[in-house]
T-cell receptor, first 113, second 112 residues
Framework: KQEVTQIPAALSVPEGENLVLNCSFT??????LQWFRQDPGKGLTSLLL?????REQTSGRLNASLDKSSGRSTLYIAASQPGDSATYLC????????????FGKGTHLIIQP | DAGITQSPRHKVTETGTPVTLRCHQT?????MYWYRQDPGHGLRLIHY???????DKGEVSDGYSVSRSKTEDFLLTLESATSSQTSVYFC???????????FGSGTRLTVV
């Protein structure tokens, strides 16, 4: 059974810093890996989707990498802003159906103004 | 989220009453899912559908049933609501090509 771990569970940094969120998964047989953002009381917003054949994806100040062989993914946030404060969730995707998404417990990120 | 809507957004109901939550998509995606999110447990899969009238159980399906009579609609029913079903319920969709997931905005259900 796939297990996903996110480290750290919480992170607080001053505005402007670059930071890295880590995600590890136990089963490398994945279709893709998806990073989400969740604001308090809100739904999940997809940030980046990396297919198993890809090494990284970029969107604005966000860059996500995937290393299937080591079972790891990282989310890099450049020049952090207070608006980046949220919980970031990593999810390993084994395909459609019940074995689809396995979520980590998230990293709660606070960017201090 | 664009292409997927959940209703109602909030609901308070009494123990023992039936409750139906609705998920509607305009993306024509094959797969639809119902998750619940609780503190300390994260997101857990309740039921999913892989086509019209094709559904199956997820990790926490006891006390829930689902139906999908049209591609665009996926209903989650609590047959007899209990306080342990107080939660935030999320619907999600994915296609059969890149398997990227899109989530709805959620339904906050309180059973009193």
């Amino acid at each position: 059974k796939q297990e996903v771990t996110q480290i750290p569970a919480a992170l607080s940094v001053p505005e402007g810093e670059n930071l890295v969120l880590n995600c590890s998964f136990t089963d490398s047989a994945i279709y893709n890996l998806q990073w989400f953002r969740q604001d308090p009381g809100k739904g999940l917003t997809s940030l980046l989707l990396i297919q198993s054949s890809q090494r990284e994806q970029t969107s604005g100040r966000l860059n996500a990498s995937l290393d299937k062989s080591s079972g790891r993914s990282t989310l890099y946030i450049a020049a952090s802003q207070p608006g980046d404060s949220a919980t970031y969730l990593c999810a390993a995707n084994s395909g459609g159906g019940a074995d689809g998404l396995t979520f980590g417990k998230g990293t709660h990120l606070i960017i201090q103004p | 989220d664009a292409g997927i809507t959940q209703s109602p957004r909030h609901k308070v109901t009494e123990t023992g009453t039936p409750v139906t939550l609705r998920c509607h998509q305009t993306e024509n995606h094959r797969y639809m899912y119902w998750y619940r999110q609780d503190p300390g447990h994260g997101l857990r899969l309740i039921h999913y559908s892989y086509g019209v009238k094709d559904t199956d159980k997820g990790e926490v399906s006891d006390g829930y049933s689902v139906s999908r009579s049209k591609t665009e609609d996926f209903l989650l029913t609590l047959e007899s609501a209990t306080s342990s079903q107080t939660s935030v319920y999320f619907c999600a969709i994915s296609d059969a090509q890149n398997y990227g997931y899109t989530f709805g905005s959620g339904t906050r259900l309180t059973v009193v």
